[in-house]
Each structure stands twice: as structure tokens, then as C-alpha cells.
């Protein structure tokens, strides 16, 4: 089997890895934001155009790791610059986005408010906070032992 980086380091083209399924949950305490941003004309990015609702919740279904730096770049930069203050469960609502983000690619925080996907994970991280709440992101293998340190 050929990972995303063997793929890239070899020149083999992405097209021929089977890139994964990935659903990014936004919580209902981020509707509005989503939705203005997902209304917007022209398009700010088409991840927004894969906003579906799915109950409470906004689901983007996507393939593309450029869609996955669009969703935490957005939630990053929510959390280092607000535009408004944000509340309690706005806060914890974009650091959810984070993590989720950061179980599927490893994201790279650029400058002090932007991140970047660099590659897909091999496997999707088990459930755990990788971002604190002021938008910082922790140390991913640090975090793994303590999270996965427990016995099954």
C-alpha cells in the first residue's frame, strides 16, 4: 500500500490513491456563521458549497484536503481574531471543528491565526481535544501517548 507522502515523494499522481470520505460536523451554535459564509456570491471557497444540513447540524462531505484547510483555517482564525466576541459555546463549537479536522490530516498552524492541511492521516485519530481554546494547536504526538495511553 502506498501512503499520500510515498505517493508524492515518487511523483505517482494523488488520482490513484483512494482518498478518504470525510464528514466535518459544524455544531448549531455555528449555523449563522456557516450559513453566511456558504451564502456569500462569489463563493469564498467551494467547501462551502458542500454545506448540507443534516438535522441541528451542518455536515461538509468531502475528498479534498483543500476543503479540510478551508474548514480549520476557518475555525482557527474564529478563534485567535474574532470579528465579535465569542461565547462559551461558540468558542467550544470552533475548537470541536479544530480537533475534528486535525482527527483527519495533519494541520500545520501557519503565522499566528492560519493553518494549513499538509496530508491525510493514515488512520483518523481517535477522539481527543488537539486545540486549546485560544486557537492554538497542541503537540499532536504528545497528545496521542496521553490520549492512547489507556489500556483497551
Given at each position: 500500500?502506498?501512503?499520500?507522502?510515498?505517493?508524492?515523494?515518487?511523483?505517482i499522481?494523488?488520482?490513484?490513491?483512494?482518498?478518504?470520505?470525510?464528514?466535518?460536523?459544524?455544531?448549531?451554535?455555528?449555523?449563522?456563521?456557516?450559513?453566511?459564509?456558504?451564502?456569500?456570491e462569489?463563493?469564498?471557497?467551494?467547501?462551502?458549497?458542500?454545506?448540507e444540513?443534516?438535522?441541528?447540524?451542518?455536515?461538509?462531505?468531502?475528498?479534498?484536503?483543500?476543503?479540510?484547510?478551508?474548514?480549520?483555517?476557518?475555525?482557527?482564525?474564529?478563534?485567535?481574531?474574532?470579528?465579535?466576541?465569542?461565547?462559551?459555546?461558540q468558542?467550544?463549537?470552533?475548537?470541536?471543528?479544530?480537533?475534528?479536522t486535525?482527527?483527519?490530516?495533519?494541520?500545520?498552524?501557519?503565522?499566528?491565526?492560519?493553518?494549513?492541511?499538509?496530508?491525510?492521516?493514515?488512520?483518523?485519530?481517535?477522539?481527543?481535544?488537539?486545540?486549546?481554546?485560544?486557537?492554538?494547536?497542541k503537540?499532536?504526538?504528545?497528545?496521542?501517548?496521553?490520549?492512547?495511553?489507556?489500556?483497551?
Open positions: 500500500m502506498i501512503f499520500i507522502q510515498e505517493a508524492f515523494n515518487y511523483g499522481p494523488m488520482a490513484a490513491k483512494v482518498r478518504p470520505l470525510v464528514n466535518i460536523c459544524i455544531p448549531p451554535a455555528l449555523r449563522e456563521d456557516a450559513e453566511a459564509i456558504a451564502s456569500q462569489p463563493l469564498v471557497h467551494p467547501a462551502w458549497a458542500k454545506l444540513q443534516r438535522g441541528k447540524h451542518f455536515v461538509i462531505r468531502t475528498r479534498d484536503l483543500e476543503d479540510i484547510t478551508e474548514v480549520s483555517d476557518w475555525a482557527r482564525a474564529a478563534l485567535v481574531e474574532p470579528i465579535a466576541p465569542l461565547s462559551k459555546r468558542r467550544q463549537a470552533y475548537q470541536s471543528i479544530l480537533d475534528r486535525i482527527r483527519y490530516a495533519d494541520i500545520v498552524p501557519i503565522g499566528s491565526c492560519h493553518c494549513l492541511a499538509m496530508a491525510w492521516r493514515e488512520r483518523p485519530l481517535r477522539r481527543g481535544t488537539f486545540a486549546r481554546g485560544d486557537g492554538s494547536i503537540d499532536i504526538p504528545k497528545a496521542i501517548r496521553k490520549s492512547y495511553s489507556v489500556p483497551h
